[in-house]
């Protein structure tokens, strides 16, 4: 009976044995697969000088009197997939804003001209342009939103890792709102 209880022991050790490597080799499929997760994807961030945009009335001037509604972008969530095989990582976006203008304007929609770009080592390698629209409602003085941007995909040299890359947006600003922005402080920290 010894025997037989021996290599019922050692049968049911080299099934537990078989069983534990395969949980291992489980795990380490598990391990690649999570790599291929926000860690290992560029960040993404608003570009401070380009946060803010002020709208002047074409007709009066670039004068603080004469700005029909200001932007900011507020906040940004991002979420990405990392790709090893093809070298992809696909960002998904979420840009927070918050639009204001004096009280008691008529109903208006607006449409603002934003970008994401791709920089690695301090250098713009990919740029694209979008637009941000929204309604500010009959008589209210602000309005905050959401700009929903899906499947931006980086693509990522061999010889680099993508979290060497970086995503930046802002407001597409022109020459007169840069220099506004810069006169009046609108510069985030």
């Given at each position: 009976?010894?025997?037989?209880?021996?290599?019922?022991?050692?049968?049911?050790?080299?099934?537990?044995?078989?069983?534990?490597?395969?949980?291992?080799?489980?795990?380490?499929?598990?391990?690649?697969?999570?790599?291929?997760?926000?860690?290992?994807?560029?960040?993404?961030?608003?570009?401070?000088?380009?946060?803010?945009?002020?709208?002047?009335?074409?007709?009066?001037?670039?004068?603080?009197?004469?700005?029909?509604?200001?932007?900011?972008?507020?906040?940004?969530?991002?979420?990405?997939?990392?790709?090893?095989?093809?070298?992809?990582?696909?960002?998904?976006?979420?840009?927070?804003?918050?639009?204001?203008?004096?009280?008691?304007?008529?109903?208006?929609?607006?449409?603002?001209?934003?970008?994401?770009?791709?920089?690695?080592d301090g250098k713009i390698?990919?740029?694209?342009?979008?637009?941000?629209?929204?309604?500010?409602?009959?008589?209210?003085?602000?309005?905050?939103?959401?700009?929903?941007?899906?499947?931006y995909v980086v693509n990522?040299d061999p010889k680099k890792?993508?979290?060497?890359?970086?995503?930046?947006?802002?407001?597409?600003?022109?020459?007169?709102?840069?220099?506004?922005?810069?006169?009046?402080?609108?510069?985030?920290?």
């Amino acid at each position: 009976m010894r025997r037989k209880e021996l290599a019922r022991i050692l049968a049911l050790s080299a099934v537990a044995t078989v069983l534990l490597s395969g949980c291992s080799a489980w795990r380490g499929m598990v391990n690649y697969m999570r790599s291929d997760s926000q860690s290992v994807c560029p960040d993404v961030a608003i570009l401070a000088n380009t946060a803010v945009i002020p709208v002047f009335d074409p007709a009066k001037g670039a004068d603080p009197a004469n700005i029909v509604y200001t932007v900011e972008l507020k906040g940004l969530a991002s979420r990405c997939d990392y790709n090893k095989r093809e070298s992809t990582a696909d960002v998904n976006m979420r840009i927070k804003y918050t639009a204001t203008r004096p009280p008691g304007g008529e109903e208006a929609h607006y449409r603002l001209p934003y970008f994401l770009a791709v920089t690695l080592d301090g250098k713009i390698i990919d740029k694209t342009n979008k637009w941000l629209e929204f309604d500010f409602p009959r008589g209210a003085a602000n309005y905050s939103g959401e700009e929903l941007m899906d499947s931006y995909v980086v693509n990522v040299d061999p010889k680099k890792r993508s979290f060497e890359y970086h995503v930046l947006t802002g407001f597409q600003l022109t020459q007169t709102q840069i220099d506004y922005n810069k006169k009046m402080g609108q510069y985030l920290p």
